[in-house]
Every structure is written in C-alpha cells, then in structure tokens.
C-alpha cells in the first residue's frame, strides 16, 4: 500500500498528464477560410473579328451569330507578411464560393447580323476580363485578414466595329 504523500503525488501527476493531455486533443474547430468578396475589376481586353459572309446570297441575311471565346478561372492568392497559408486550399474554397470549375469555361456573345445579299461584313469584338477581388481570413472570422486574392470570374464581349468587306474569290 502506498503511503498518502505518494499516493496524493501519483494522483497529482496523473491529473497534471491527463489535463495535459486532454487540452492538447480537445476539439478543434475545423480548418475554416472565409471569403470576402470587395470589389469588381476589368481586366485585359482581347479583340477579335468574327466574319459574316452573304457573298453567294440572294437575299437579306438576318440572324444572331454567335462567337465564342475559351477562358480560365485564374486564381491569384497571396499571402499577408508572416502568414502561411495553404495557397490550393484558399484556391479551393474561393472557387466554392463564387461556383466556378477547374476546366476552360466558354464565355458566348450574341450578335445580331443584317448583312444584304452579295455583301461580306467583319465584326471586332471586344472580350473584356471581369476580377473580382477580396479578402481571406483563416479560421474563425474575426477580422484579421491573412491575405489577399484575385479571381477572373468571367469574359464581357462587345462589338466595337462593323465593316463591310470585299468578298472573297470563290
């Protein structure tokens, strides 16, 4: 049998290790980024020409041609001074939050044609890149940012000029 100042010892240890313990395994809340979204930006413009050819038609041409322009949603993560940060999970989370996929995505343009018989047109589009730019915290949300971020969410098109051409030889 132990005597009571080993004993009040051994019991003493005991809850000392398992406090220990148990504060080093309590539960964690689980990794958590937020994203706050600040603002919107345009980015580079890119122009390119669709062409509309009536050259063999007898009659008015009138429809909507479409042009379509591939892109990617480049993520743009960089981190405050001091602060590391898992840049592909924050990658993640921000293309959760705003719904975007990890493939090419097509960015489509209507545009509205009304060429005459006999005639070729060329239309130069503008496709315009649309940021969006923000925030990240790590953790439980309390306002101490851990870095930025910059996301090419989508394309703008616009018809910025219509001529019309000679027809090519057939």
């Known amino acids: 049998m132990l005597n009571r100042k080993k004993r009040a010892l051994l019991i003493t240890s005991v809850c000392t290790v398992l406090t220990l313990l148990l504060g080093c395994v309590a539960p964690q809340q689980a ?25 063999t038609g007898s009659t008015e041409m009138k429809q909507d ?24 999970a924050v990658a993640d989370e921000i293309r959760s939050y705003y719904g975007l996929n990890e493939d090419q995505s097509d960015a489509v343009c209507v545009v509205p044609v009304q060429i005459p018989a006999g005639a070729y047109y060329t239309y130069d589009l503008e496709w315009v890149e649309v940021w969006r730019e923000g925030v990240f915290e790590l953790g439980k949300p309390d306002g101490d940012e851990e870095g930025t971020y910059r996301v090419r969410t989508s394309m703008l098109c616009e018809v910025v000029a219509q001529r019309a051409e000679t027809c090519p030889s057939q």
């Open 31 to 55: 990794d958590q980024i937020s994203i706050l979204d600040r603002k919107q930006t345009q980015g580079e413009a890119l122009v390119k020409t669709l062409q509309a050819n009536n050259c």
């Open 65 to 88: 041609m479409q042009a379509v322009h591939q892109y990617t949603h480049d993520i743009q993560v960089t981190a405050n001074a001091g602060v590391t940060v898992n840049k592909r």
